[in-house]
């Protein structure tokens, strides 16, 4: 399926050199850090990132399109402990890949790709194929191979099908990696309700337990997994949803062999100054052999406020709460924009450990430090 993907981008590519009805556009994110952190072994960091992107539109008659994606993430960066030590790490890979065809209710997109969906914010029970970090101020993920159809009706309800091949790697709260064998499947409803809507996801893989070998013992390299998730989002005087997950294996792996996620949350937007907005989650996550006993559990708070300092500059803050581990997550940001180049100051305290799920060995953004970043988008 990549390789199809590829193809196609790479003929788009070729055609448009001469083409002049239909010009390519090229765009780019630029990004570089400096970051502080005296509790790491390397106090030290500096980085940079840049996205290139090429996009092509081809418009047909009756809202019809053709369009194209190619982009590449280009990263690196070196720690550093003055006079002692350093260390450097880089890479060039694909980003995004896709060629879509879409009308005024349906679309089709093939190739390396984003698929995300759901209410949550902080603590996301259907991240299923992204890992975005809700501090991150770009929002980057990596995507997944796949094909997506997505249909729209007048009522607003509309439909996914996806299938996916070639994502060997763990994605969203995957805790073993995707038999590189099978295809993997899915699907998603979403309907509306009074003052909201509703949706229901469903997702099929075969999932690679060799790694669990270390912990337990394992007969199979190969097992089936169902993956079952509900959402729903309300807009009344208060935003309120619920977000729900839950990961079935086909074989008996101990704790490994279901996985439930339950968020609820809350947003509302205060008249004070140029208003001040807050948003709460809670999230109860646990592993269980027997579904549903939640006998291994993690509990999170996550509060989010966010202010907006005149039309350039926004304050924010997110501080989450490890009610088992009894951790304090605290991140705070000052974003400045001046026309396509921001500025972000960032401080943060958080624990030695980290326990947030999907986030767990995670060691650059330990203890206590400072990051200043610097993007210019063109």
Same mark, same amino acid.
């Given at each position: 399926?990549? +390789?199809?993907?590829?193809?196609?981008?790479?003929?788009?590519?070729?055609?448009?050199?001469?083409?002049?009805?239909?010009?390519?556009?090229?765009?780019?994110?630029?990004?570089?850090?400096?970051?502080?952190?005296?509790?790491?072994?390397?106090?030290?960091? /500096?980085? @940079?990132? +840049?996205?290139?992107?090429?996009?092509?539109?081809?418009?047909?008659?009756?809202?019809?399109?053709?369009?194209? =994606?190619?982009?590449?993430?280009?990263?690196?960066?070196?720690?550093?402990?003055?006079?002692?030590?350093?260390?450097?790490?880089?890479?060039?890979?694909?980003?995004?890949?896709?060629?879509?065809?879409?009308?005024?209710?349906?679309?089709?997109?093939? @190739?390396?790709?984003?698929?995300?969906?759901?209410?949550?914010?902080?603590?996301?029970?259907?991240?299923?194929? *992204?890992?975005?970090?809700?501090?991150?101020?770009?929002?980057?993920?990596?995507? /997944?191979?796949?094909?997506?159809?997505?249909?729209?009706?007048?009522?607003?309800?509309?439909?996914?099908?996806?299938?996916?091949?070639?994502?060997?790697?763990?994605?969203?709260?995957?805790?073993?990696?995707?038999?590189?064998?099978?295809?993997?499947? @899915?699907?998603?409803?979403?309907?509306?309700?009074?003052?909201? =809507?509703?949706?229901?996801? #469903?997702?099929?893989?075969?999932?690679?337990?060799?790694?669990?070998?270390? #912990?337990?013992?394992?007969?199979?390299?190969?097992?089936? =997994?169902?993956?079952?998730?509900?959402?729903?989002?309300?807009?009344?005087?208060?935003? !309120?949803?619920? =977000?729900?997950? %839950?990961?079935?294996?086909?074989? &008996?792996? @101990?704790?490994?062999?279901?996985?439930?996620?339950?968020?609820?949350?809350?947003?509302?937007?205060?008249?004070?100054?140029?208003?001040? /907005? !807050?948003?709460?989650?809670?999230?109860?996550?646990?592993?269980?052999?027997?579904?549903?006993?939640?006998?291994?559990?993690?509990?999170?708070?996550?509060?989010? !406020?966010?202010?907006? $300092?005149?039309?350039?500059?926004?304050?924010?803050?997110?501080?989450?709460? *490890? %009610?088992?581990?009894?951790?304090? +997550?605290?991140?705070?940001?000052?974003?400045?924009?001046?026309?396509?180049?921001?500025?972000?100051?960032?401080?943060?305290? &958080?624990?030695?450990?980290?326990? $947030?799920?999907?986030?767990?060995?995670?060691?650059?953004?330990?203890?206590?430090?400072?990051?200043?970043? /610097?993007?210019?988008?063109?």
């Amino acid at each position: 399926m990549r +390789y199809c993907s590829i193809l196609l981008l790479l003929c788009l590519l070729n055609f448009s050199i001469s083409a002049q009805d239909h010009p390519l556009k090229y765009s780019g994110q630029l990004s570089g850090w400096a970051q502080f952190s005296p509790d790491l072994s390397l106090e030290g960091w /500096v980085g @940079g990132r +840049y996205i290139p992107q090429l996009d092509y539109k081809i418009p047909f008659h009756q809202e019809r399109l053709l369009d194209f =994606e190619a982009s590449a993430n280009i990263f690196g960066d070196m720690g550093f402990s003055p006079f002692d030590s350093i260390t450097t790490d880089g890479k060039i890979k694909p980003y995004r890949a896709w060629a879509r065809y879409s009308t005024k209710r349906m679309e089709l997109r093939l @190739g390396l790709q984003k698929i995300n969906f759901g209410s949550a914010q902080m603590f996301r029970p259907l991240m299923w194929f *992204d890992r975005m970090d809700p501090r991150d101020p770009l929002q980057l993920t990596d995507g /997944v191979w796949g094909l997506l159809y997505r249909y729209y009706f007048q009522n607003n309800a509309n439909v996914w099908i996806w299938g996916l091949y070639g994502n060997k790697d763990p994605k969203g709260w995957e805790v073993v990696p995707t038999s590189k064998s099978y295809p993997e499947g @899915g699907g998603r409803v979403q309907l509306p309700i009074p003052h909201g =809507e509703a949706a229901i996801s #469903y997702h099929f893989r075969m999932a690679d337990v060799q790694e669990l070998s270390a #912990y337990i013992p394992v007969d199979h390299d190969d097992i089936r =997994e169902n993956r079952l998730g509900f959402d729903m989002k309300l807009d009344m005087v208060v935003g !309120l949803w619920v =977000e729900a997950s %839950w990961t079935h294996l086909g074989e &008996n792996l @101990g704790m490994f062999t279901n996985q439930e996620m339950i968020t609820l949350g809350t947003d509302y937007t205060f008249g004070i100054g140029n208003g001040l /907005v !807050l948003t709460f989650e809670q999230l109860i996550y646990a592993n269980d052999q027997t579904a549903f006993a939640f006998d291994q559990n993690t509990n999170f708070s996550g509060l989010s !406020l966010s202010y907006p $300092i005149g039309v350039f500059d926004n304050l924010s803050a997110m501080i989450y709460y *490890d %009610w088992t581990n009894a951790d304090v +997550y605290t991140f705070l940001n000052w974003q400045k924009q001046f026309n396509n180049i921001t500025f972000y100051l960032m401080g943060y305290w &958080n624990p030695k450990t980290y326990y $947030i799920p999907t986030q767990a060995g995670s060691d650059r953004f330990t203890g206590k430090g400072l990051q200043l970043m /610097v993007v210019w988008n063109h």
